[in-house]
């Protein structure tokens, strides 16, 4: 007599559920009432299943699918999104991306269930721009909000949920609540150029192109204001910097970047090494880390990301222990009339213990700058 599954009983089903992939997650529920309602009481198991997925570029902006390549699996999901159509993604964090559009309009989109949350209209780019700065189609789409972080869930935490952003030319931070109608500019010290932000510990940090590191303070809505947390900085070092949580700790990641001109006269950007600093106890210095030791980190557009690559951890057998993982975000002011541009081609994986470079997912010359590879955490809204 063929087995009833339906019946298989709860904790059976449950142990089961927590060792599938996102997407069998998900269909896992359709199965039958029964195996619905155990994957409706675990909604929040899936956002910790498998690595990052890499959201791959499209060059046919008229395609409604999306490609997600999974380290886990080995292989790429297409998903049916038209909401990304046209639009640029400038950041992604807690499974959710950050879209605007060419009449910059901002949603907050959740790729596996394609709910889309409103944001307001971001604030004018800041400070006048050259004369003979390229005003080619879309570039304001592409300066108007370098990358946005959430300090929280909006499906999980609605009330706790803030968007910050570093908008403009000259990298500059905003912040908004879901419920607002506009964004709120953050008092902050001249010539800070931030090129990323983190939430630790109930606060936003950022890090500007010198390595200067503030805190935001944004409760008192009136005051809204940063203060520096390491005011010296190592300008000498050319790159671009991330901040990330880690096991606890602060970490300052350092890419170093260096370059080439091709045949064609076009500037191609490419990472020589990283380098790893940890905010010591008494927040004052960064120290240098030699080693992550399990961890491995995932960095770009995304909101830096840390997971483990432990040989025990079912969901990650193919993560690379004390490695970065990343995608290529390098600013460049080079912008075609067919929305390419070149030399974006910079992602693999970098190993600290001996500086060597391995790659995860084939190379591209060149992708669409609207939507270049971005880090998004697969997670699941239940209804």
Same mark, same amino acid.
């Given at each position: 007599?063929?087995?009833?599954?339906?019946?298989?009983?709860?904790?059976?089903?449950? #142990?089961?559920?927590?060792?599938?992939?996102?997407?069998?997650?998900?269909?896992?529920?359709?199965?039958?009432?029964?195996?619905?309602?155990?994957?409706?009481? &675990?909604?929040?198991?899936?956002?910790?299943? *498998?690595?990052?997925?890499?959201? @791959?570029?499209?060059?046919?902006?008229?395609?409604? $699918?999306?490609?997600?390549? +999974?380290? $886990?699996?080995?292989?790429?999901?297409?998903?049916?999104?038209?909401?990304?159509? *046209?639009?640029?993604?400038?950041?992604?964090?807690?499974?959710?991306?950050? $879209?605007?559009?060419?009449?910059?309009?901002?949603?907050?989109?959740?790729?596996?269930?394609?709910?889309?949350?409103?944001?307001?209209?971001?604030?004018?780019?800041?400070?006048?721009?050259?004369?003979?700065?390229?005003?080619?189609?879309?570039?304001?789409?592409?300066?108007?909000?370098?990358?946005?972080?959430?300090?929280?869930?909006?499906? =999980?935490?609605?009330?706790?949920?803030?968007?910050?952003?570093?908008?403009?030319?000259?990298?500059? @931070?905003?912040?908004?609540?879901?419920?607002? &109608?506009?964004?709120?500019?953050?008092?902050?010290?001249?010539?800070?150029?931030? #090129?990323?932000?983190?939430?630790?510990?109930?606060?936003?940090?950022?890090?500007?192109?010198?390595?200067?590191?503030? =805190?935001?303070?944004?409760?008192?809505?009136?005051?809204?204001?940063?203060?520096?947390?390491?005011?010296?900085?190592?300008?000498? %070092? $050319? *790159?671009?910097?991330?901040?990330?949580?880690?096991?606890?700790?602060? @970490?300052?990641?350092?890419?170093?970047?260096?370059?080439?001109?091709?045949?064609?006269?076009?500037?191609?950007?490419?990472?020589?090494?990283?380098?790893?600093? %940890?905010?010591? !106890?008494?927040?004052?210095?960064?120290?240098?880390?030699?080693?992550?030791?399990?961890?491995?980190?995932?960095? *770009?557009?995304?909101?830096?990301? +840390?997971?483990? !690559? !432990?040989?025990?951890?079912?969901?990650?057998?193919?993560?690379?222990?004390?490695?970065?993982?990343?995608?290529?975000?390098?600013?460049?002011?080079?912008?075609?009339?067919?929305?390419? +541009?070149?030399?974006?081609?910079?992602?693999? =994986?970098?190993?600290?213990?001996?500086?060597?470079?391995?790659?995860?997912? /084939?190379? +591209? =010359?060149?992708?669409? &700058? #609207?939507?270049? /590879?971005?880090?998004?955490? /697969?997670?699941?809204?239940?209804?």
């Amino acid at each position: 007599m063929a087995a009833d599954w339906s019946e298989l009983p709860e904790d059976l089903s449950l #142990l089961v559920l927590e060792k599938l992939p996102v997407l069998e997650f998900i269909r896992f529920g359709a199965v039958c009432t029964s195996w619905r309602s155990v994957q409706k009481s &675990k909604k929040d198991c899936a956002a910790s299943l *498998g690595l990052p997925w890499m959201m @791959l570029c499209d060059d046919d902006h008229e395609n409604q $699918t999306r490609g997600f390549f +999974s380290i $886990t699996e080995g292989k790429t999901h297409r998903l049916v999104l038209p909401e990304i159509i *046209g639009k640029r993604c400038c950041g992604s964090s807690h499974g959710w991306l950050m $879209t605007i559009d060419r009449k910059a309009n901002m949603n907050l989109l959740h790729p596996l269930s394609r709910t889309q949350i409103p944001l307001p209209h971001p604030p004018p780019p800041g400070e006048e721009l050259p004369d003979d700065y390229n005003y080619e189609p879309g570039f304001l789409q592409c300066i108007s909000v370098n990358k946005a972080v959430l300090s929280a869930d909006p499906y =999980v935490s609605p009330e706790d949920c803030v968007v910050m952003s570093i908008y403009g030319h000259i990298g500059k @931070l905003a912040f908004c609540r879901l419920s607002d &109608k506009s964004w709120t500019l953050v008092s902050q010290y001249p010539f800070l150029r931030f #090129l990323d932000v983190c939430y630790y510990q109930g606060k936003f940090y950022g890090v500007d192109c010198g390595g200067k590191t503030v =805190v935001c303070h944004i409760d008192d809505r009136n005051n809204p204001h940063v203060t520096y947390l390491l005011r010296r900085g190592d300008p000498h %070092k $050319t *790159g671009t910097r991330y901040l990330v949580e880690s096991m606890g700790d602060l @970490l300052h990641v350092v890419r170093i970047l260096g370059g080439f001109t091709d045949e064609e006269d076009n500037f191609r950007y490419t990472t020589k090494g990283f380098e790893v600093y %940890k905010l010591d !106890s008494k927040g004052t210095t960064w120290e240098r880390v030699e080693s992550l030791g399990d961890r491995a980190l995932f960095i *770009g557009y995304n909101h830096g990301i +840390s997971v483990s !690559s !432990s040989a025990n951890d079912y969901y990650h057998p193919m993560c690379k222990k004390n490695a970065i993982y990343f995608t290529d975000n390098h600013d460049t002011d080079t912008y075609h009339d067919d929305g390419m +541009s070149p030399g974006c081609e910079d992602h693999g =994986v970098y190993n600290l213990s001996d500086g060597s470079f391995e790659s995860f997912f /084939p190379r +591209s =010359v060149t992708h669409p &700058k #609207l939507s270049p /590879p971005i880090w998004c955490t /697969p997670s699941i809204i239940n209804s």
